[in-house]
């Protein structure tokens, strides 16, 4: 959706890592980025010395996301000083001049859950790298394991498009192929224990979405 022009491989975003063990074997199944969560009511959240160890233990060309929910500047300000993530991601109202005032890439969440004009959203954020649809209503964090209805989608939206939102092995390629996003997001749809991740359901995600790029 972004441009038909691109490179047909739809990048990868695992959310919601929680130990070093699993920031490894997502690298391992050719994971583009690994999400930690510093949003204190999610079951997903990670303090800063267990985010800095798996920084540290990641091998190259996988990048961190840090991700956000109407965080007060302090901890934003520590995540960056302390874990280094190489793009923060902005889940709640924060406004434009406020993911700007990081100096870091970012990308804005948008949530797909109520009545949204969709394009007039991101083009309010000039400065993201791409914009992440997911599933939630404003004010609510998302993780939920919910789809939202990807007709939503206009299609003319013109950013890079990050899928999220009730993404599992078995819908991934059905949402690909649908939405042709630039890259997809999971976190609930890798676990069968909430919050704790599941070794394959992560790898049976990475071969859907292989499979499913290999098609075009």
Known sequence: MFSPEMPNRTRIKICG??????????????????GLVFHQASPRFIDIVRASEIR???????????LFMDENSELIEQVIEQVKPDCLQFHGSESPAFCESWLR???????????????????????????????????????SGDTFDWSKIPSSFQFPLIL???????????????????????????????AVKDADLIRQFCKEVLRVDCEY
């Open 105 to 143: 890439p970012y990308i804005k969440a948008i949530p797909m859950g109520g009545a949204i004009d969709v394009e007039a959203y991101a083009q309010s954020y000039p400065t993201a790298q791409g914009f992440l649809l997911d599933s939630n209503v404003a004010g609510r964090q998302g993780g």
């Open 164 to 194: 999220a939102g009730g993404l599992t092995p078995q819908n991934v390629a059905e949402a690909i192929s649908q939405v042709h996003p630039w890259a997809v997001d999971v976190s609930s749809g890798v676990e069968k224990i909430r």
């Open 17 to 34: 890592i929680k130990n070093v063990q699993d920031a490894l074997l997502v690298a391992r199944c050719g994971v583009d980025s690994i």
């Open 56 to 66: 540290h233990a990641i091998p190259a060309f996988v990048t961190v996301t840090a």
